[in-house]
Structures are given as structure tokens and as C-alpha cells.
């Protein structure tokens, strides 16, 4: 099954069952200053949650764009991990509750008719003292004790607000994915062959000022479930990342570098990162968001930086990224069609990006080998803490890749030296930073990007000082 397809059902399912559907916001959180990226399905809709405003319908099913940075170092590592996906939701603002969320999950999840999973395969696990959803899933549709786990994660509580218990659910992916007699092996969402592709929380408390808890007039349902997991499930593929969603980007990045996929699981992880980022980067440029050196901005450098690192171990020594747009816009432009609309647009924002990346990198070069140079000179074996800041700080040179050259010329890197110039830097910075505030970074110089000149400034505003 396609995950296109994966997407049309879940929308169509939660239509069937009387929802609304609700486009995807931008990934930009609208009037919420306490998020950075939309991280979940739930997240543009937290008006209606916190009783702000009425929906027309109570309930809710969409396919969100998410972003969460949290993952960054798994992508690549674990099989379903990524910096931008798809939650799928179904949301009730005071209407249906515990037992329609989990009957519809069960219908949706076995019925032929959705995505037809096996449900001997399937595990849930409930919040202990959550007897209601435990007998719903026991009693009411018949899973198994012995595919029930009851653990005190689930509870969904982030501070003063609604709050409450969840379900998890849980697909088997067999003994190839881990030994059936390791005692770590369970659904807990730690490991690869217990893969969690579904959460329900019931929100039916309120976490009160006073740190006491009691039950919420209208109860609702927040769901969200991964749209990359159910695929790597129904095409029965090995990760996320050899499905239909980012096995076309995965070829393209194979044909331009020239290097196989699947030949050198440390080139793969590669191949994974880059397919990973540059979907975060597209649809973040698609919503706006151009690298810079602060906040979302700043994400978007790092994660396109990386990206451009990891190409190079597969050989890769020029602007490559800007070619894996148009691929991500086949892929994703039938539901998001932003990301062909912007092409032009985003191609440009990448590419200027890119070169800027790559002069940094031979400028860095250039000076870190004087250093070197000199350093050796005078009987050092080491390049000090205060050089290796100014590469960084001055030049945007990654800290990791003057250690590597360090490496290579038998020399190492005073990292505490560096820490120490980072510290004082940032101390210099929060006396200014009434200054650097007020230049808006993602707007102005970068609002006009057809000349390379006006792209080369930025770093000349804002200094890495104001980095996160
Ligand atoms: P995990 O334990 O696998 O990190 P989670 O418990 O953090 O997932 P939730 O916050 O419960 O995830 O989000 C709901 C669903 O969204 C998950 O069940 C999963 O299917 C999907 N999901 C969460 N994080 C990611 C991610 N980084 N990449 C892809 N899918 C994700
Ligand atoms: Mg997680
Ligand atoms: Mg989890
Ligand atoms: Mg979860």
C-alpha cells in the first residue's frame, strides 16, 4: 500500500466516522510562543482544546506536518525516527471519549478495508490505574492479557492544563527484529521490534495550579499515529526509510553521488540523514523558514549543514542538496503542494545556503592548516582553545571538523580551552543582546535572495554568539 494511500484512508475513515478534516497547518506554531516547530497533530489545534475557541465540528481528523528536533541524533540510527513527518490524528473537543477512540483505532488498524494489520500482532499498553481503557481493550474488542502492558509512562501531563492517561499501541515486527528472550525486548518503545505506531490520549483531568488534579467537564480525544511507520509496516520494508516516502530521495542522492545504498551500512546511514533533512529543510522553506543564525532559522542551517557533512561521506564535494528538491516535491507535492508551487523558491534558498556552506568549509580550511602549520612550529601538539574559537566563531567552522583535521596531522584540539572562549563569548553576548534582538534575521537582508551578495552578510549581523 502506498503511503499515499495510508494518508486517503486515514482521512477517509475519520470522515466515515463524522469528522471534519482539517488541513495540515505550517510547521510555524500560529500564536503559540511556547513552541518552536508544530511537534504534533494536536499542536495547531490547541485553541479548541483549551476551550478558546469552538470548532464547528467536535471532531477532528488531519494528516499534520511535524517537525521535532528532539530526534535529530536518531535519524539514521533507529528505523523509525525523523526530523520531519506525518502524524496522523483523530481529535474529539468534548464529544466522543475513551471507547469510540479505541474501537475506531482497532477498526481502522485490522478491518481489510483500512490497513488490515494482523492483530495478533498488535500490543497496547494502558496507564495502571486506567481500568476503563484496560477493559475496553480486554473486554470490548479482545486483546489478549498477555498483549496488555500496564505502565505509569502513560500519562500525558505537561504542567498546569489538561492532562491524562494514554494507549499505546504496538506492532510486532518479529524475531528479525530482536531477540524474543531478551527481557528488554518488550512494547516500550526502546526497541526496533516492538514498533509504537499509535498514540491515544484521553484528556479527562486538569493538572490545577495547586498541583492537585480533578476531572474535566469535557472530556476529549488527542490522537496521533506515524504515517512512515504504518508504511514501513505495509510494505514490509526494513525502516522508515525504505518506503515509498524516502526511497525515491535515497535514489536520487545513489545516482548523483554515484555510491550504492545498502552496500556499507555506515554510507546508509548517510543516505538516511540526507533524506531525512532535506525533507525538513524543503517544507520548512516551504513555510518560510530560511536558514539564519537564530531560533527556526538556525535549525534549518544546522540540519542543512549536516546534511551537506554527511554527503561528503558519500563523496560529495559540491551543492547536491538542491537537487533532491524537485524529488521531494514528486514524492509529497499530490498532498502538500506547496513544495512544488515554492520549488523555485526553496531551490534557490538551498543552493545559496549550500555554496555559502562550502566557502566556509574552504576558508576554515585554509586558516586551521596555517595553524596548524604553526603550532607545529613551535613544538605544539596541539591547537588551542582560543584558535579553534575563532575558526568556528569567526568562520563558522564546525568544532568536530577541526578535530578531524587535527587528527589527520597528529595534532589534537583543546577542547576545554575552546569551551572556555565559547563561555566568555556568550557572556559578551547577553550585554548586547538588546541589540542583536531587534535585527529580524528571517526577514529583511534575506527576504531577497536573487543576489549571492546580500546572502554572504548575515553572519556579519547576527554573530554565532546569538546561536541556541
Ligand atoms: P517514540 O517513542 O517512537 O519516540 P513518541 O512516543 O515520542 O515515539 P508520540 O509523542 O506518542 O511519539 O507521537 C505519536 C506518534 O507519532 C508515535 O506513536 C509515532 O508513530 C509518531 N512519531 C513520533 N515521533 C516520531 C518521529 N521522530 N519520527 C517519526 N514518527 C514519529
Ligand atoms: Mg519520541
Ligand atoms: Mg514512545
Ligand atoms: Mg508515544
Not at 24 to 42: E, K, Q, T, Y
Not at 212 to 231: H, Q, V, W
Request: proline letters at 5%; hydrophobic letters at 35%; a negative charge.
Amino acid at each position: 500500500m502506498k503511503a499515499s494511500d495510508i494518508r486517503a484512508k486515514w482521512l477517509q475513515f475519520f470522515e466515515s466516522k463524522g469528522h471534519h478534516i482539517e488541513p495540515s497547518a505550517s510547521l510555524v506554531p500560529h500564536n503559540d510562543p511556547s513552541l518552536l516547530w508544530i511537534n504534533a497533530g494536536m499542536a495547531p489545534l490547541k485553541p479548541y482544546f483549551d476551550g478558546r475557541v469552538m470548532p464547528d465540528n467536535p471532531r477532528i481528523t488531519n494528516s499534520q506536518k511535524c517537525i521535532r528536533t528532539n530526534d535529530i541524533e536518531n535519524v539514521g540510527k533507529t528505523r523509525r525516527h525523523h526530523t520531519f513527518f506525518e502524524m496522523l490524528g483523530n481529535f474529539s473537543i468534548g464529544d466522543y471519549f475513551k471507547e469510540e477512540a479505541i474501537e475506531w483505532a482497532w477498526e481502522f488498524l485490522t478491518d481489510k478495508k483500512w490497513i488490515g494489520f494482523d492483530a495478533n500482532r498488535l500490543y497496547v499498553t494502558v496507564f495502571p490505574e486506567d481500568e476503563e481503557a484496560y477493559k475496553l481493550w480486554n473486554e470490548k474488542i479482545g486483546v489478549p492479557a498477555d498483549h496488555i502492558i500496564k505502565t505509569e509512562d502513560n500519562f500525558w501531563d505537561i504542567g498546569e492544563g489538561p492532562c491524562g492517561p494514554c494507549t499505546e499501541i504496538f506492532y510486532d515486527r518479529g524475531e528479525k527484529y530482536g531477540d524474543p528472550n531478551d527481557p528488554e525486548n518488550y512494547p516500550s518503545g526502546e526497541n526496533e521490534r516492538y514498533l509504537e505506531v499509535w498514540n491515544l490520549v484521553f484528556s479527562q483531568f486538569n493538572h490545577n495550579k495547586d498541583g492537585s488534579y480533578t476531572p474535566l467537564p469535557n472530556k476529549n480525544i488527542d490522537t496521533g499515529a506515524g504515517l512512515e511507520r504504518f508504511a514501513s509496516i505495509l510494505q514490509d520494508v526494513d525502516s522508515n526509510f525504505d518506503t515509498d516516502l524516502f526511497m525515491p530521495i535515497i535514489e536520487e542522492t545513489s545516482r548523483i553521488a554515484g555510491v550504492k545504498y545498502k552496500e556499507n551500512p555506515e554510507l546508509d546511514v548517510a543516505f538516511k540523514v540526507i533524506a531525512d533533512h532535506i525533507r525538513t529543510v524543503v517544507f520548512t522553506a516551504g513555510d518560510g523558514v530560511l536558514p539564519s543564525n537564530e531560533g527556526r532559522g538556525y535549525v534549518v542551517r544546522r540540519l542543512l549543514r549536516r546534511a551537506v557533512r554527511y554527503g561528503k561521506m558519500l563523496g560529495m564535494d559540491r551543492p547536491f542538496m538542491v537537487e533532491l528538491v524537485k524529488t521531494v516535491g514528486d514524492v509529497m507535492g499530490s498532498h502538500y503542494p506547496e513544495v512544488v508551487e515554492k520549488r523555485e523558491f526553496i531551490e534557490k534558498v538551498i543552493k545559496n545556503e549550500e555554496e555559502r556552506f562550502h566557502e566556509t568549509l574552504a576558508d576554515g580550511l585554509a586558516i586551521l592548516s596555517e595553524m596548524a602549520a604553526a603550532a607545529k612550529k613551535e613544538g605544539h601538539t596541539q591547537i588551542s582553545g582560543p584558535d579553534a574559537f575563532k575558526l568556528y566563531d569567526t568562520y563558522g567552522f564546525p568544532f568536530d571538523l577541526t578535530e578531524e583535521y587535527a587528527a589527520e596531522h597528529g595534532l589534537t584540539v583543546d577542547r576545554a580551552g575552546f569551551d572556555a572562549s565559547m563561555e566568555e563569548q556568550r557572556e559578551r553576548a547577553r550585554s548586547t543582546r538588546q541589540v542583536t534582538e531587534s535585527m529580524n534575521v528571517q526577514g529583511g537582508p534575506l527576504a531577497d535572495l536573487t543576489t549571492k551578495s546580500e546572502f554572504v552578510g548575515y553572519d556579519e549581523y547576527v554573530t554565532s554568539s546569538t546561536v541556541l
